[in-house]
């Protein structure tokens, strides 16, 4: 299984960028995708969720409004869109999947997902 996340670069403070991951070796429709990021010193933190269907997502209290998660099935492929970036969004990007269970379930934890991609790294400037 890989995810191959791409997108990332230098980008100035309330500028856009687009994420990418890319999987193969798994069919995410049967798979939750997550977006996580790691700062420079600090823990991987939670930014985005979508279910499988893309009923249902949810974010961040720091990129609610900004950001966009989305998904396509037909090309495997989970999709983060980041607008009004700040330099406080500087990290390294991952994508992570979830085997589904089906229960409706949100999950937050980095330790819940099974499958990670290499990350990608977005420098926002001031």
Same mark, same amino acid.
């Given at each position: 299984?890989?995810?191959?996340?791409? #997108?990332?670069?230098? @980008?100035?403070?309330?500028?856009?960028?687009?994420?990418?991951?890319?999987?193969? #070796?798994? /069919?995410?429709? *049967?798979?939750?995708?997550? +977006?996580?990021?790691?700062?420079?010193? =600090?823990?991987? %933190?939670? @930014?985005?969720?979508?279910?499988?269907?893309?009923?249902s997502t949810y974010y961040a209290d720091s990129v =609610? #409004?900004?950001?966009t998660i989305s998904r396509d099935n037909a090309k *495997? /492929?989970?999709?983060?869109?980041?607008?009004?970036? =700040?330099?406080? %969004?500087?990290?390294?990007?991952?994508?992570?999947?979830?085997? /589904? %269970?089906?229960?409706?379930?949100?999950y937050y934890s980095a330790g819940e997902y099974n499958? +990670?991609?290499?990350? /990608?790294?977005?420098?926002?400037?001031?």
């Open positions: 299984v890989q995810l191959q996340a791409s #997108g990332g670069g230098l @980008v100035q403070a309330g500028g856009s960028l687009r994420l990418s991951c890319a999987a193969s #070796g798994l /069919t995410i429709s *049967n798979s939750v995708m997550a +977006w996580f990021r790691q700062a420079p010193g =600090k823990e991987r %933190d939670f @930014v985005a969720f979508v279910s499988v269907s893309a009923s =609610k #409004g900004r950001f *495997n /492929t989970v999709y983060l869109q980041m607008s009004s970036l =700040k330099p406080e %969004d500087t990290a390294v990007y991952y994508c992570a999947a979830r085997r /589904t %269970d089906y229960s409706g379930r949100i499958y +990670w991609g290499q990350g /990608t790294l977005v420098t926002v400037s001031s």
